[in-house]
């Protein structure tokens, strides 16, 4: 099966521009996440959906961060304006099952300057 | 609440030594746990996890886990380490939220090998 795609691999951008993250999950997975992972830590979860529907953005920072699922399919995440400290692995990740076995995609490297 | 505590953030072992990676946890409900790897410029991939039933979990590659209850662990072992093992590795609980998973990370253990 195919795996999850993201893109870009990598972004540049200057602090207070807008940047934009794509994600496919596994076809058939209802849930999708994503994370933030900054160097030398573990991953932080920013949003989960459950198909289109949000569950979990109690971490993610609204001022500046949104994402949508429209059609319960593919994700894109946005942040606007962005900060140095946005800097970090913004990976996507989804699941078919409870059991919380995600199936990551090789994540999105963003650096703000 | 979950959290996850892996102790050291960097372990360094030679070729075809054993290999100890240290987790505990913190679960309010029963947990699932999980060891997830991952190689440079790549995203994680599962090791091997524990839900239900035995206690010692084996995954891919040669490692093996064992949930211990009573200490509220989940150490990550391999009897005899590969250069090709070199990556960082994370601990992660698994607990539900609104009806549905959430996975909680811990902040990671590189693991270094040398020849």
């Known amino acids: 099966e195919a795996g999850v795609a993201q893109s870009p691999r990598y972004k540049i951008i200057e602090k207070r521009q807008s940047v934009a993250f794509w994600c496919n999950p596994i076809?058939?997975?209802?849930?999708l996440y994503w994370y933030q992972q900054i160097l030398g830590q573990g991953p932080k979860l920013l949003i989960q959906?459950?198909?289109?529907?949000?569950?979990?953005d109690s971490q993610l920072p609204k001022d500046r961060f949104s994402a949508e699922r429209l059609k319960g399919v593919d994700s894109t995440l946005k942040i606007q304006p962005a900060k140095l400290e946005d800097s970090a692995v913004y990976l996507c990740a989804s699941s078919l099952d409870r059991t919380g076995t995600l199936h990551f995609g090789n994540g999105t490297r963003l650096t703000v300057t | 609440a979950q959290s996850v505590t892996q102790l050291g953030s960097h372990v360094s072992v030679s070729e075809g030594a054993l290999v100890l990676l240290r987790c505990n946890y913190s679960s309010s409900v029963p947990p699932y746990l999980f060891w997830y790897v991952q190689y440079p410029n790549q995203g994680l991939q599962l090791l091997l996890k524990?839900?239900?039933?035995?206690?010692l979990v084996k995954g891919i590659n040669g490692f093996e886990a064992e949930f211990k209850k009573s200490e509220t662990s989940f150490h990550l072992t391999k009897p005899s380490a590969h250069m090709s093992d070199a990556a960082e590795y994370f601990c992660?609980?698994?607990?539900?939220?609104?009806?549905?998973?959430?996975?909680?990370f811990g902040k990671g253990t590189m693991l270094l090998v040398s020849p």
């Open positions: 992660a609980v698994s607990g539900e939220n609104s009806g549905y998973s959430t996975l909680t």
């Open positions: 076809s058939g997975h209802a849930t």
């Open positions: 959906f459950q198909n289109n529907g949000v569950v979990d």
């Open positions: 524990y839900t239900t039933g035995a206690t």
